[in-house]
């Protein structure tokens, strides 16, 4: 569940900031793509079982059934939060709405996305792993680049600082990218519980 929303919300992430940087002549064409991924990311939720974060931890021992119910929760809040998002920008290209309710529901989204950053870095990570080091980086890394990208979208469409235009762009294309990168690494098992 988590690489394949991993590597939906890269995606999404991605084509979004083709339209940022201006290179997608319309938005219906970036609305029908973002609105896809995004409502198949909300599909790894209902239909996909959780790959990293499963009962099995570090060297085969046992999570407690609590601590995994916790874990799912908080990647669950992250999955329903971007899908959110990413249905409200291509509501946005597809009907032309505007973009600054996107900007403000972005720093919801940052607060939403910091949250389970700040949970995997203190319960999943050292001294004592849980999962993984792979595991405890993929999430970390993930859910810290998603809350970046959420602070800029904020700025940029909120505040509507056209200064930002290509700041957000890049680091939209370059930060999705890294998303897809971790969840096709989760994906591919390259990024596994042992």
Same mark, same amino acid.
């Given at each position: ?23 997608? +002549? ?9 609105? &896809? @991924? ?13 790959? @990293? ?17 916790? %874990? ?14 990413? =249905?409200?920008?291509? +509501? %946005? ?24 950053? =700040? ?5 999943? &990570? ?7 080091? +792979?595991?405890?980086? &993929? ?7 998603? +809350? ?29 990218? =890294?998303?897809? @990168?971790? &969840?096709?690494?989760? =994906? ?7």
């Amino acid at each position: 569940m988590e690489g394949i929303f991993f590597l939906l919300m890269g995606g999404a992430l991605f084509a979004q900031s083709w339209y940022i940087l201006g290179l997608y +002549s319309e938005g219906r064409t970036m609305g029908i793509f973002v609105g &896809g @991924l995004g409502l198949l990311s909300l599909g790894t939720l209902i239909w996909i079982e959780p790959t @990293l974060l499963t009962a099995i931890g570090e060297k085969g021992k046992e999570v407690a059934a609590r601590d995994v119910l916790m %874990h799912k929760t908080v990647i669950s809040t992250v999955i329903v939060a971007w899908s959110l998002y990413a =249905v409200g920008v291509a +509501s %946005h290209g597809l009907w032309d709405l505007d973009e600054r309710a996107i900007g403000f529901y972005s720093i919801f989204l940052a607060v939403a996305t910091l949250g389970p950053f =700040v949970y995997f870095a203190v319960a999943l &990570g050292p001294p004592d792993l849980v999962y993984a080091e +792979s595991v405890w980086l &993929g999430m970390w890394i993930a859910t810290l680049v998603l +809350s970046i990208v959420a602070a800029i979208m904020f700025f940029y469409l909120a505040i509507a600082s056209n200064v930002l235009r290509l700041v957000a762009g890049w680091f939209t294309l370059i930060g999705g990218t =890294v998303v897809a @990168l971790i &969840g096709l690494a989760a =994906v591919t098992t390259i990024i596994t519980v042992p």
